[in-house]
């Protein structure tokens, strides 16, 4: 009887544990930005993001279509393999990829808070043809990026700033970078906001979660002085704890360094396997 008591306590713990975990972190699956903290370890996730930006002076929406494969190595290492695809030729093709990687190296938790900090590195390449100034990994320009993040959750809210330097190299396929070498590099700075805002108790890892966010966007290109700051409010649901669904619409507050589609939506889904090995 006594070691039937102890064995519901502890699966009682877990479950509890569990519970808190997923009403903790919920609210932490920024959009447009990674947080400080990484995907569960020991999880594959695979995610398809449609990318609709307005073009400039123009009512044509340039489509992308960009999936994505994720894997949680451990508790401190994360990486992300994602393919770019768009239709911007007049036909759907592919047209790159990048590879993301995530380290967390300092986490101070508490109960229903927490403080992380990351370093993160990514590198892409793409064969589309450049057509502005600003730099974009995600489908417009070949190059890397290295940054800091600093998360800070407490109770139902978190609060993510992200710091990053860009570097954009020629594209493929004879597509050179036609501005100037100075002009090559750039300096990114994220703020993220985001709220748990159902349910409002939480008994059952079965129960949806929605959560609203706000992102600022910014980037200052080193060469140019020129910069600009993006606005992404975001409405997100997280089904069964493994499926997330994600809505944005992003435009510009700020906008001196022209891009061909500064505004447009963003609709993700997501899905996780956990304990795979």
């Not at 043809?129 to 320009?141: E, K, L, S, T, W």
Request: hydrophobic letters at 40%; proline letters at 3%.
């Amino acid at each position: 009887m006594k070691d039937i008591l102890i064995s519901t306590m502890k699966n009682t713990l877990i479950i509890f544990g569990l519970f808190c975990t997923h009403t903790i972190k919920a609210q932490e699956l920024f959009t447009w930005t990674e947080p400080a903290s990484n995907m569960a370890a020991k999880s594959i996730g695979i995610r398809a993001t449609n990318l609709f930006m307005k073009e400039n002076n123009s009512r044509k929406y340039n489509f992308r279509l960009n999936p994505e494969l994720m894997w949680g190595i451990s508790a401190k290492w994360m990486l992300h393999a994602e393919l770019f695809t768009a239709n911007e030729q007049q036909q759907f093709n592919a047209t790159g990829g990048s590879l993301y990687l995530k380290y967390r190296f300092y986490s101070a938790d508490d109960i229903h808070s927490h403080f992380r900090m990351a370093v993160y590195g990514r590198g892409a390449f793409t064969n589309a043809v450049i057509h502005q100034p600003a730099i974009d990994f995600n489908g417009y320009n070949s190059g890397y990026e290295l940054g800091l993040i600093a998360t800070k959750l407490s109770g139902k809210t978190a609060v993510s700033l992200t710091a990053g330097w860009l570097h954009a190299a020629d594209n493929t396929s004879g597509n050179k970078f036609v501005y100037s070498n100075t002009s090559r590099n750039a300096y990114l700075y994220n703020l993220s906001v985001g709220r748990l805002m159902l349910p409002r108790s939480y008994t059952s890892y079965k129960q949806t979660n929605c959560n609203l966010m706000l992102e600022m966007l910014g980037q200052v290109n080193a060469g140019s002085g020129r910069s600009y700051l993006d606005a992404a409010p975001v409405v997100q649901f997280i089904v069964m704890s493994r499926m997330r669904i994600d809505g944005s619409y992003r435009f510009p507050v700020l906008n001196d360094l022209y891009r061909m589609s500064p505004r447009g939506f963003l609709i993700r889904v997501e899905y996780n396997f956990f304990n795979v090995y």
